[in-house]
Nanobody, 121 residues
Framework: QVQLVESGGGLVQAGGSLRLSCAAS????????MGWYRQAPGKQRELVAV???????NYADSVKGRFTISRDNAKNTVNLQMNSLKPEDTAVYYC???????????????WGQGTQVTVSS
């Protein structure tokens, strides 16, 4: 079993900053990509940022230049620094990881429980 635990959400005014963190634990042989998704009320879940093992990041156009994703492979963590937040960034943010199991050596997709980010205008 693998668990992803997120932290760092909250309420912030427009223009403010928040930092989300996600730690993976459990039967982890290795982790491929780690990233963040978000889901606003009435909308589909969308990619925010992802970082595979190559280190080449991919961002949604709506967050480019404002959000920065980073990983610590030794600690199996991924962070999302969010600056210049806008009300339209309000959503539940989910951590995602492609984890290679120690028992099967196959990759499985895992999700965190989600953390609420609310940006007031």
């Amino acid at each position: 079993q693998v668990q992803l635990v997120e932290s760092g959400g909250g309420l912030v005014q427009a223009g403010g900053s928040l930092r989300l963190s996600c730690a993976a634990s459990g039967r982890i042989f290795s982790i491929n990509a780690m990233g963040w998704y978000r889901q606003a009320p009435g909308k589909q879940r969308e990619l925010v940022a992802v970082m595979p093992n190559s280190g080449i990041t991919n961002y949604a156009d709506s967050v480019k230049g404002r959000f920065t994703i980073s990983r610590d492979n030794a600690k199996n963590t991924v962070n999302l620094q969010m600056n210049s937040l806008k009300p339209e960034d309000t959503a539940v943010y989910y951590c995602n990881a492609g984890v290679v199991s120690t028992t099967t050596l196959r990759s499985y997709d895992y999700w965190g429980q989600g953390t609420q980010v609310t940006v007031s205008s």
